[in-house]
């Protein structure tokens, strides 16, 4: 399932980034990556995404949300 297929309050495991090497990048340097637990705080279904990644606040887009793989906890 996708990021933004996660509603709020849901939590989530990221399985994997789907991208090339600067998407990755950058999503990685959000504190975003493979195996970390992330919980959605703002998903309204349109505009961007706000989630908690390791007491962090995270805001991101709806396109870069759509391309990482997650599994709902």
């Known amino acids: 399932m996708k990021l933004t297929d996660l509603r709020q309050g849901e939590k989530a495991k990221v399985l994997s980034l789907f ?3 600067n998407f990755v990048c950058k999503v990685k340097n959000m504190g975003i990556t ?13 505009g961007p995404l706000i989630i908690k990644q390791d ?7 709806r396109m870069m949300a759509s391309r990482i ?3 709902k906890l």
Not at 55 to 61: D, E, L, P, T
């Open 19 to 21: 991208g090339g090497a």
């Open 34 to 46: 493979e195996e970390c637990f992330i919980e959605v705080l703002k998903n309204d279904g349109r």
């Open 55 to 61: 007491g962090s606040k995270i805001v991101i887009g």
């Open 69 to 71: 793989e997650v599994e």
